[in-house]
Every structure is written in structure tokens, then in C-alpha cells.
């Protein structure tokens, strides 16, 4: 059937598929393999004309770690890299001020290292200190929670608390599917939020998921509207904005926090 799909999508013609600007689910990955499609992640800035690394040949899933240049990790685990292909000059006021070739550019973006191949984990500025001092990726967890059909997207808090908790967007679809097999009443699909059985199923979702964390989710609140393309907590691409929705929803996300 995914053949079928593919065929009358005129993928067949396809000899490169190229996909950047965050790293791809191993969930989809595997849904464009079953279409014949290899997707070829790369990573790259503006600062990098385009690109910085590339993937190797066997990456899987957020693993691209052939640089086009040098690239190292910083002791926070930041990711730099240097080479002719990072940016050369700087426009400040009026004129072009030169940047030392050698000097190594911080992208802003976190990296680990595993078994000689790098994995993008996330904006170094969103990293979680938590009160006893241990650094969190959000984007990792979050990534893992979205795992679950029934959680569109997350946004894990924790910075300098004593857990973390997170913020989550249902997904109306699948949980509208699920409500209507088990025979949950709810008033229109706006209103699933709200209710008990969904609060339920997203609380067994986690706690699956948890298993499989080193750093487990302990708290969570469901956003109780449900959003759209139009509104401000939402980015192009319909993911969660972690600052806006932090600030907007600070008063939810402290609720987790509170003894009762």
C-alpha cells in the first residue's frame, strides 16, 4: 500500500530527499523508508552558508556528524565549528568588520557524542538546571513524550526546581478516535481537554513513557483549549513556542509546583 502511496505521489522519481531545520522522528523515518524514500538529514545556520554537517552514511534518526569544516563540543556540550564555510564578516554600522578564520563559531545548539556520531539535541539556552544541579535537554524528553499518538507536542519546565513537569497539546484527532471507541462523554471536541478520562489517558501515556526516561516527567497540566494555526502559542509549523507559552501559561506551570 505504501508503494501504492508513493507511486501516486511521484516519489518514485525521487532521487534525493533532504530535510533540515530540526530533526526528524524515527517514527517518520520509518514511514518514508516504507515509501522507498531515504530522507538525508543535514544541520546547518545562516552563519554556515546552509550547512555545517552532513550525515554519514548508516546515521539514523538525529545522528549527522560528518562536519564540512572542524566541529568539536564545548565543556557545556555546545556545538562549534570552524572552517571556509562559516561566515567571514560582520556588518556593524555601516561597515564589514573581519572575523579570524580559526576562530572557532558557537552555534548555540547542543550536542552529545555517541559511538563517534553526533546528535542535535536542542537550543543550548533552553537546557534545564534542575535545583540539585542536573542539566536537562527539554527537547529530548518532550521529543520522547510525542512518541505517544495521543500527545501532539509537550513543553517540559524544570529550571531550578526540584522536578520536572511539563505542558501538554493534546492531539484531537487520535484522542477524539480514542474517546469515541470508549464511549467517553464529552461536549464537542474543544471541550476533550477537560475532561477525566483524557486526563487519565495522557497521565498512563507519560507514565509509559517515563520508563524509559532518566529523567522523568512527575507533573503535567493539559492546555485545556484547543489551539490553532492563528494563535501565538503556536510556531509556523504548529509546534509549541516554549517562551511565549512559558509566559502565558506561568500560572499553570507553577500550579505543578505547589504543595499542597
Known sequence: MLRNISRQAGMTRMRIACVGGAPVSPELLSWYNGLGVRLTEFYGLSETAGLALLPS???VG?????????AKLSDSGELLVRGDHVYSHDWRDGRAEGRPV???FATGDSARLESGRLHIT???SDRIVSRAGRSVMPSEIEAALTTSPFISDAL???NGREHLA???MIDYESVESWAQRGKVVFSGVGN???TDAVRELIGREIARINDRLTDPVLKFRLIERKLEAEDLELSPVMKLRRSYVSETYKDLIESMYCKA
Do not use: K
Not at 538525529?62 to 572542524?70: A, E, F, H, W
Open 102 to 104: 580559526a576562530e572557532w
Open 192 to 194: 476533550l481537554a477537560r
Open 57 to 59: 552514511q548508516g546515521g
Open 62 to 70: 538525529d545522528s549527522i556528524n560528518t562536519p564540512l569544516g572542524d
Open 122 to 124: 536542542g537550543r543550548n
Open 156 to 158: 517540559v519546565v524544570g
Open 166 to 168: 511539563c505542558l501538554v
